[in-house]
């Protein structure tokens, strides 16, 4: 069966330098999150899409900002990149809301050098 | 706001003993418990779920009950093995707030 893929899986950038994650979720689930997890961290809520609109936000930086595109894929998008912000970002899809079972992708490893 | 709470510290144990880890939990809804896996350098998978009350979640010999008096909902499995060995996350979703809220998690280490 189809899984949630993102990419890139590994992402190396300087500080200040802006990155883009992309995610596509389970074909027909309309309900996009992201997670951030920091190094044995438990994973924290970013922010999520449910039909393209933005349905909740959570611990999100200003400087990050996100969508959700007419073909439900979703782009993080992070700006002036800092040492903090290395992580492992995951996104995860489900078919509607509700407390609906979220589905994980593999998760992007950034490392901000 | 919604939290979830996991024993504190890693989980040494030979294979075939028993497993139990403790979760409780608050919300101001009724919530969607679930346990989730983590193996290394793997991204999330989610091993059992329990959307209300004395439902019971079990998958791959793992079991847990959602226990609304004691708000807890606590993994166990009787026989362990060394494939077990990984990071396990309990976490609970609000009904009307459909993020995920993770308890930090337990690095479970089974030997041989």
């Known amino acids: 069966a189809a899984g949630v893929i993102q990419s890139p899986r590994h992402l190396i950038k300087e500080k200040r330098e802006t990155a883009t994650l992309k995610c596509y979720p389970i074909p027909r689930h309309d309900t996009v999150y992201w997670y951030q997890q920091g190094p044995g961290q438990d994973p924290q809520f970013l922010i999520s899409f449910y039909e393209k609109m933005q349905s909740d936000k959570g611990s999100i930086p200003d400087r990050f900002s996100a969508q959700q595109f007419s073909d439900y894929h979703s782009e993080l998008n992070m700006s002036s990149l800092e040492l903090g912000d290395s992580a492992l970002y995951f996104c995860?899809?489900?078919?509607?809301?509700?407390?609906?079972?979220?589905?994980f992708g593999p998760g992007t490893r950034l490392t901000v050098l | 706001g919604d939290s979830v709470t996991q024993m504190e510290g890693p989980v040494t144990l030979s294979e075939e003993a028993c497993l139990t880890i403790n979760c409780t939990y608050t919300a101001t809804g009724y919530p969607s418990l679930f346990w989730y896996v983590q193996y290394p350098g793997e991204g999330l998978q989610l091993l059992l779920k329990?959307?209300?009350?004395?439902d019971k979640g079990s998958n791959k010999g793992f079991e847990a009950t959602y226990r609304k008096e004691t708000t807890s909902f606590h993994l166990e499995k009787g026989s362990v093995q060394v494939s077990d060995s990984a990071v396990y996350f309990c976490?609970?979703?609000?009904?009307?707030?459909?993020?995920?809220?993770f308890g930090k998690g337990n690095q479970v280490v089974v030997i041989p």
């Open positions: 976490a609970l979703s609000d009904y009307g707030n459909n993020r995920l809220a």
């Open positions: 995860a899809s489900s078919l509607g809301q509700g407390g609906n079972e979220q589905f």
């Open positions: 329990a959307t209300k009350a004395d």
